[in-house]
Every structure is written in structure tokens, then in C-alpha cells.
């Protein structure tokens, strides 16, 4: 019986295998400035889904990703040699753009705070005059 852990556990290794291998291994220069986010394995560990945010321009992005998906079969047997698997999961690179709705949405909230009105800040904050107001003995 196969335990529900594993396949993360495995799936972390394949990240940080998988991450080290593009510093040290790969050498296709259409790859660009590339991190490994996570890789899911599929339950059986035939498969890892290796999900990587990339810098750059839109075609430099894709770049990296067809260089990616074009060293694949080299990392498998890579991946599967340094862990020790009894078989070599199918890496299948997918595009991350989480990082990028992140930044996205901290501008946004920047912009908004960037055009909120003193007239908002002022009610929002207590004032000397009402906070002694509600401190009156008779």
C-alpha cells in the first residue's frame, strides 16, 4: 500500500534535483534565468510535473522553456540515477506565473494606496479631540 506522502516527498527531491542539475548540468544556452518552483509527481511516480518561473521577455521565457523541454529526457535519466528511483519519472516542464500575479497585485494594491485621499486618512485616524472626548469624568 502506497503511502499518500510519498509522492511529495519524491516530488521535493526531483525539485531540488532537478534545480541543482540546471546550475551545474545543463548546458543549452537558450535557457535563461530559470527557478524551479515545485514538482508534482503523479501517484505511481511515472510522471513529474516540473513547474519553473522564468525572467525575461515573453520570447526569451519561451525559450527557456522549449530549452527546457528539449533537455528533459537528459534530466530524467539524470534524476532517476542521483535519487536511486527504480524508474525514471517523465519530466514535463509547465510555465509558473504565480510570481508574476503576485507582482501584479502588489502594484495594484500600491497604486491604490498611492491614490487613496487625505480626506479618507484623516476619518480613518482617532484625533487628540475625540480620543479626550470619550475620557471625560463628571
Known sequence: MRTKGRPQRVGEM?????????IDGVKD???????VMSARM????????????????ESERKSSLAGLRNAAG?????VARKLGLRFAP???????DS??????LEEVFRELHEHE???????????????DAGNTSS
Open 117 to 131: 485621499s487625505p480626506h479618507d486618512e484623516a476619518q480613518s485616524e482617532p484625533t487628540e479631540e475625540n480620543a
Open 90 to 96: 517523465e519530466i514535463r516542464f509547465f510555465a509558473d
Open 74 to 78: 537528459w534530466l530524467r535519466g539524470e
Open 42 to 57: 503523479s501517484p505511481d511516480l511515472k510522471y513529474a510535473n516540473v513547474y519553473v518561473s522564468m525572467y525575461g521577455s
Open 29 to 35: 544556452r537558450r535557457i535563461g534565468f530559470v527557478s
Open 14 to 22: 526531483v525539485r531540488e534535483e532537478i534545480a541543482r542539475l540546471l
Open 99 to 104: 510570481l508574476d500575479r503576485v507582482f501584479h
